[in-house]
T-cell receptor
Framework: DTGVSQDPRHKITKRGQNVTFRCDPISEHNRLYWYRQTLGQGPEFLTYFQNEAQLEKSRLLSDRFSAERPKGSFSTLEIQRTEQGDSAMYLC?????????????FGPGTRLTVT | GQNIDQPTEMTATEGAIVQINCTYQTSGFNGLFWYQQHAGEAPTFLSYNVLDGLEEKGRFSSFLSRSKGYSYLLLKELQMKDSASYLCAVRDGLTGGGNKLTFGTGTQLKVEL
């Protein structure tokens, strides 16, 4: 399978705990994106990397959220001191700079439930 | 910022044609995308328009008018498997060329017999 993969697929945590999600993009893609999606809404942009550089962060991304892409390959998204409002599907997508990079390929997502 | 509007729900009959509209107001524009999302699954890319006009891809076509801030997705010969949410998204082109997408809330299409 050469698509975008995410781990875990589901995470249930108690309020106040820290959680970390992983995304493995398509291997030749140098752009990686994190989005968050709640029920009945479209995905909301969180942050974006080109190679290992984090080039943009949404104002939605509070200081409890941090993302890294240390070697320009996989990425992690950490949420500290989780709140019930963090419950959502966290989607990762990747694209290639080559050919205009028009299409973003999405992974299956990590569904977070904060109790 | 971006504001994207699309209908919340639509219902159509198998074999028919349906048009899903999307209007947008943006501070910058560098392309409009349509994605399909089945319940519990990731969005999958359907089409991309950056110039005015119609792009056709099999049973799916997408139209763009930049001057009107308007796009539509046309689905022909509807099949039951087309029941899904259809997401309109705009790339603003102002954010360092980073391809950031702003999505609408999605149009839930139900195809009936």
């Amino acid at each position: 399978d050469t698509g975008v993969s995410q781990d875990p697929r589901h995470k249930i945590t108690k309020r106040g705990q820290n959680v970390t999600f992983r995304c493995d993009p398509i291997s030749e893609h140098n752009r990686l994106y994190w989005y968050r999606q709640t029920l009945g809404q479209g995905p909301e942009f969180l942050t974006y990397f080109q190679n290992e550089a984090q080039l943009e962060k949404s104002r939605l991304l509070s200081d409890r959220f941090s993302a890294e892409r240390p070697k320009g390959s996989f990425s992690t998204l950490e949420i500290q001191r989780t709140e019930q409002g963090d419950s959502a599907m966290y989607l990762c997508a990747s694209s290639s700079l080559a050919g205009g990079g028009n299409e973003q390929y999405f992974g299956p997502g990590t569904r977070l439930t904060v109790t | 910022g971006q504001n994207i509007d699309q209908p919340t729900e639509m219902t159509a009959t198998e074999g028919a044609i349906v048009q899903i509209n999307c209007t947008y107001q943006t501070s910058g524009f560098n392309g409009l995308f349509w994605y399909q999302q089945h319940a519990g699954e990731a969005p999958t890319f359907l089409s991309y328009n950056v110039l005015d006009g119609l792009e056709e891809k099999g049973r799916f076509s997408s139209f763009l008018s930049r001057s009107k801030g308007y796009s539509y997705l046309l689905l022909k010969e509807l099949q039951m498997k087309d029941s899904a949410s259809y997401l309109c998204a705009v790339r603003d082109g102002l954010t360092g060329g980073g391809n950031k997408l702003t999505f609408g809330t999605g149009t839930q299409l139900k195809v009936e017999l």
